[in-house]
Every structure is written in C-alpha cells, then in structure tokens.
C-alpha cells in the first residue's frame, strides 16, 4: 500500500523560512512524479513545484526563486524548502506522487498548514 506521510510546516512570520517533508512508502514503480500543491482558503488547489521523471524540476512563478523541491531517493522522501514567505503562500500543503506521468494524482499527503504572518 503506497502512502505518503507529511511533516513540517506550522506559522512563520513573513520573510521565514519553513521546510515541509513528505515520505513514501510502498512505492514500487520505475516511473515517478512527485509535486507539492497547496490550497488556499476559498481558492482551488494549485501546484507549487514538481519533479517529473526525468529529474525535471518545475516551480510556479508566484514560488520561483524561493521555493526549492527535492527528493532524496534513497529514503524516499521529497522536500519543499520554503525561503521568504509571503503572507500569499498561507494554505494547506500537500505533496503528491504518480506513476502515470506529471502532475501527480495518484497519491497524496494528508496535508499540513502553513502559515505566514506580517
């Protein structure tokens, strides 16, 4: 059974810093995506940032230049660094993983809040 578990987040002031983590478990496929989304209140889910397949990395404009992902494949865990929050990225993050392709809809994170006070 493929799970994915997160960590981090919490309340940051605006200008901080937060790193959230995501775990996978019982993932056994070759192909792998892997993206962090986030929910805003009121407002639809969006993607922040991804990894495709092939190692590509893709971030939103409103993230680039402050959010960085990675992954660590050996402990199958992925990494949303967050640098100079804005009171904007106040939402639910969650990340997510597939074997199908990008962006990821297959498996999710239970979800963990950030957010960004002045």
């Known amino acids: 059974q493929i799970q994915l578990v997160q960590s981090g987040g919490g309340s940051v002031q605006s200008g901080g810093s937060l790193t959230l983590s995501c775990v996978i478990s019982?993932?056994?496929?070759?192909?792998?995506?892997v993206a962090w989304f986030r929910q805003a209140s009121e407002k639809e889910r969006e993607s922040v940032a991804g990894i495709d397949n092939d190692g590509i990395i893709t971030y939103a404009d409103s993230v680039k230049g402050r959010f960085t992902i990675s992954q660590d494949m050996e402990k199958n865990t992925m990494f949303l660094h967050m640098n100079n929050l804005k009171l904007e990225d106040t939402a639910m993050y969650y990340c997510a993983a597939d074997s199908m392709g990008c962006p990821p809809t297959g498996y999710w994170g239970q979800g963990t809040q950030v957010t960004v006070s002045s």
């Open positions: 019982g993932y056994t496929y070759n192909k792998r995506c």
